[in-house]
């Protein structure tokens, strides 16, 4: 099947012929994640190709840093890595892909965010001289030790991270959680301490922590972002993980 590109105003879509339908949306979505993202970010990466691959070994075998992450990851959380970036590209599984991967209609909605998500990785390595792109061995060193803050951008601004309930729930059963969150569980958990930081402090706050370079460590960058002791954020951000993982309220017919 030969490939084609689609364009849109600030995105070039990279893709089989037979894909060109979904392409479109995707275009859609990040033209809108890229106009949202424009009123918070000072740098915003333009000119972005957008590659749709077909399975998740192509995927991998284009950006061969996001098997190392995945690795670093649980089995949960790897589901919801399906995509990654480079200087100027974007790479994330076809939506057809996505859809045959999901887990329910919660999944499902998550993982139709994957290109924003991968997006929004790109836009914050552009504005984090901690993190890549471009890929040194220091900053990628920094990208997978602490991937919670990168993901956790990701997450939260692409808004992944309300259909994230079933899989925070799994992982609360299965015990204690860190703070932040090990890479282990960046991918599933990271999203929600952006989401309380937002709630706390606004939006800005959650930008302002996604630019931080963690010189300090991440103990110190959660009491700049929080203004508390890093102890109250640890209890907070568990709090708040019990709420995202409680099931979903049922409605009663009369």
């Known amino acids: 099947m030969p490939w084609v590109e689609t364009t849109s105003l600030?995105?070039?879509?990279?893709?089989?012929?037979?894909?060109?339908?979904?392409?479109?949306?995707?275009?859609?979505?990040?033209e809108e994640q890229r106009n949202r993202l424009e009123e918070l970010f000072p740098r915003i990466p333009g000119n972005v190709t957008v590659v749709l691959h077909d399975s998740a070994v192509q995927l991998g075998l284009s950006q061969p840093y996001l098997p190392v992450a995945r690795r670093l990851a649980s089995p949960p959380a790897r589901r919801y890595m399906a995509g990654w970036f480079a200087a100027g590209e974007v790479h994330v599984l076809a939506p057809q892909v996505l859809r045959r991967a999901a887990a329910g209609q919660d999944s499902l909605d998550a993982l139709k965010r994957t290109p924003q998500r991968a997006y929004t990785l790109l836009l914050v390595g552009e504005n984090n001289p901690a993190l890549p792109p471009p890929f040194r061995p220091g900053n990628v060193s920094r990208l997978l030790r602490n991937a919670w803050l990168a993901e956790?951008?990701?997450?939260?601004?692409?808004?992944?991270?309300?259909?994230?309930?079933?899989?925070?729930?799994?992982?609360?059963?299965?015990?204690?959680?860190?703070?932040?969150?090990?890479?282990?569980?960046?991918?599933?958990?990271?999203?929600a301490l952006f989401d309380l930081l937002e709630r706390d402090r606004g939006p800005q706050a959650c930008v302002g922590l996604a630019r931080h370079t963690l010189s300090q460590g991440s103990g110190a960058a959660l009491q700049d972002a929080f203004d508390q002791p890093a102890k109250e954020v640890e209890r907070r951000f568990r709090a708040h993980l019990e709420r995202l993982g409680a099931p979903a309220p049922t409605t009663t017919l009369r």
């Open 10 to 30: 600030s995105f070039t879509a990279r893709h089989e012929a037979s894909h060109t339908e979904d392409a479109e949306e995707v275009l859609e979505a990040l």
């Open 152 to 191: 956790g951008a990701a997450q939260h601004f692409s808004g992944q991270v309300p259909f994230l309930r079933a899989a925070i729930a799994t992982r609360l059963r299965r015990g204690r959680v860190d703070c932040p969150p090990s890479p282990r569980d960046a991918g599933i958990l990271a999203g």
